[in-house]
């Protein structure tokens, strides 16, 4: 049976919808579509869902239009903000029920005005980490509602959803599947977006530490990076070793890259999603007059993603 099926990856940002589509030829992934398209209006997923619907109808269709879609299975990618991050210790001997009571507690407590109905709930356990000790949970929560829009966008359009996830996590999968973070080691991603970041730390092909913060302007984006580097010595009560540090994105420039080295100390590398993806020698050349492929990190992410 083939690992791999054809999966198209979407990322919604703010003003655009990008495209990553990958097929499945000979058990390996091959690049089909590249492509974006700003959106109708600036999305805010507070609004009615079908204004949602609308905007995000508007530019799948020039998309389809240019770049016409050979799967009908495709996963999204959302803006990190969008998502809750709890950050919480538990016993790793608790039953699957008592682990979701003690979550369930744990979000009444920290979250009293959501009801736990209307969120969905991903969980990724830290059982063995060099910074961590004991068992610790970290919860990724995401508005039921935006789901059932994305799910009513597909249905619309005869499509299948697989996924849907933070576009900093998929952007790491990319990391995971083409190997350039190693177990044992310590690793920092940063993601910058217009007036958002967020920084995770990962060990053994899993995020051991979220966080995110706003920000205007460039000054302050290296303020507030500079003084959660020093709360995460802090946390962990220990100098970090990043072994490597990765950015992703599309609201940082190399001006901005060298102040943060200059000020932090940290080298972040800038990750092409297709320079380990197999592609026809025509495609080849239509990536390379994509100026800025580091931006579909997170498509792409999301689009090679296996489970």
């Known amino acids: 049976m083939s690992l791999y099926k054809n999966h198209a990856g979407f990322q919604i940002s703010a003003s655009k919808l990008r495209l990553v589509e990958v097929c499945n030829k000979g058990n390996f ?19 009615k869902e079908t204004k949602l619907i609308t905007i995000l109808q508007n530019a799948f269709n ?16 959302l803006p990190s903000n969008l998502f809750n991050i709890i950050d919480i210790p538990y016993d790793d001997a608790l039953t699957k029920k008592d682990l979701q009571e003690h979550i369930n507690w744990e979000l009444s407590l920290l979250m009293p005005y959501i009801n736990i109905n209307d969120i969905a709930i991903q969980s990724v356990e830290i059982n063995e980490s060099v910074l961590r000790n004991g068992g610790n949970i970290i919860l990724i929560l995401l508005d039921k509602r935006i789901i059932e829009m994305l799910l009513k966008f597909c249905n619309r359009n005869n499509l299948i959803l697989r996924y849907i996830d933070n576009e900093h996590l998929s ?23 217009e007036n958002f970041a967020s920084i995770v730390l990962i060990e053994n092909s899993i995020p051991i530490h979220i966080d995110m913060f706003d920000y205007k302007g460039t ?5 507030n990076l500079e003084i959660r580097l020093e709360k995460l010595t802090q946390k962990f009560d220990d100098v970090i070793e990043i072994e ?3 950015v992703f994105g599309d609201a940082y ?4 890259l060298e102040r943060i080295r200059a000020k932090t100390g940290l080298v972040f590398i800038q990750v092409d999603p297709f320079a380990k993806i197999k592609c026809s020698d025509n495609f080849k050349q239509k990536i390379e007059t994509i100026t800025s492929s580091n931006h579909y990190t997170s498509a792409a992410g999301i689009a090679v993603r296996l489970v």
Do not use: H
């Open 62 to 77: 020039e998309l389809n239009l240019r770049s016409q879609l050979t799967s009908n299975i495709i996963s999204f990618t």
């Open 244 to 246: 490597k540090s990765f």
């Open 171 to 193: 952007a790491i999968n990319l990391l995971n599947l083409f190997k350039d973070v190693v177990p044992g080691k310590t690793y920092m991603t940063f993601l910058i977006r």
């Open 219 to 223: 000054e302050e984006l290296i303020t």
């Open 253 to 256: 420039t190399e001006n901005l």
């Open 29 to 47: 992934f091959n690049l089909e579509n590249v492509d974006e398209e700003f959106l109708s209006d600036f999305i805010n997923f507070s609004d």
